[in-house]
């Protein structure tokens, strides 16, 4: 398997899912910048022309960081960081779910058609007039997340899990982008200090962070 | 198990599964035009406000479409809508993924945000002003789909999968509340009337759906 990596957000959160999973694969570094992920072999085998991508050995090239984290997870087990069994599973999957339509969805659309709308504007539709209307939807989904974390510590209760690793990695990467959280959410702030001293956290930063300061 | 059902579309996607599957579920009906979804008992047990819901054996409720799918897919494991081995699995997770992204979620947001914004004010934030950008998001997102089924008969390559339902329920419930698909996109319409002549399709739908003229 070949894991197409590059200086992003969900490649980074794939990036400390292999860490805390300690798996290592090789890697092919992807330039979006330049955008590498748009040209016409990436697009043939990617039509999302997305990344991450992790090329499988028949040579399939699978994308969606939620895909790609199941079938690695299907393939090495332990340690799952989806869960045990069927009903810790689903458990895992519908907070996923949650996590990605109430906040980090709305909040990397709000960088695309914010920040680097120039950059983006030949790759895909931009919405400038939505980003403070998606900039409220992700506090709103923040402050709802806050409330139900008085009760526990991670995302999916008594878990660590994948879901953790997915808000973090955008948490983290949008306070860098004019996306920093509401100081007033404390719940929030005291599960992303603890995400923030797991040792897969600076770990999976890409080399690029150094230069740019921008958390990927 | 307890399958919460409604008059909804995404609710329909999972009797149309259940049909295809040949699964039966004692059902219980939730009023979601009078908000019984956002009843504090609803809220205490799924924190999302949303249906369907699957109250599984011990009582947990679970929440979110693709997660139900999934649980009872372990569960029986034949026939498999998602995929037999875990590269046809995440080959499907791949493209439901961005068939959500790219289609359902906005189109469904466009709904919430125009035709019903004033029942649904006080659940959720709306923002009208994203409509116009959503449907072009929508439109946007059917013409790259239409582009790919050119190729193919079905969205996941060779195999009927859970991704053809999502999508189906989503476009015929679109249809009727003013998001019609444009009928320039002939592969799309091709496959609509493929799908819409499966025997699950009008069996899917919701007693309601005939006084309503609402396909959910």
Known sequence: MIFCNA??????????????????????????????????????????????????????????????????????????????????????????????????????????YGPVAAMYRNRMLILPECVPGLEKLVHDGLLWLDALLAWRTVIVPHRFTVVDIVLYTALDFGSRVGQPCDNGLRNLHAWFAAMDNRPSAPVSLHPKAAVTGIRY
Chains 1, 2 share one sequence.
């Open 7 to 112: 200086a992003r957000p969900n490649p980074r959160c794939l990036r400390m899912y292999l860490l805390e999973k300690r798996l290592t694969l090789p890697i092919r570094e992807i330039d979006v910048d330049a955008g590498e992920n748009r040209h016409p072999e990436f697009i043939q085998h990617n039509p999302g022309g997305q990344v991450p991508v992790l090329i499988l050995d028949d040579g399939f090239w699978l994308a969606e960081t939620g895909a790609i984290f199941q079938y690695l997870k299907e393939k090495y087990p332990v340690p799952s960081l989806l869960g045990a069994t069927p009903e810790e599973r689903a458990e895992t999957r519908m907070w996923q779910r949650r996590i990605e339509r109430r906040i980090t969805e709305p909040l990397y659309a709000t960088f695309h």
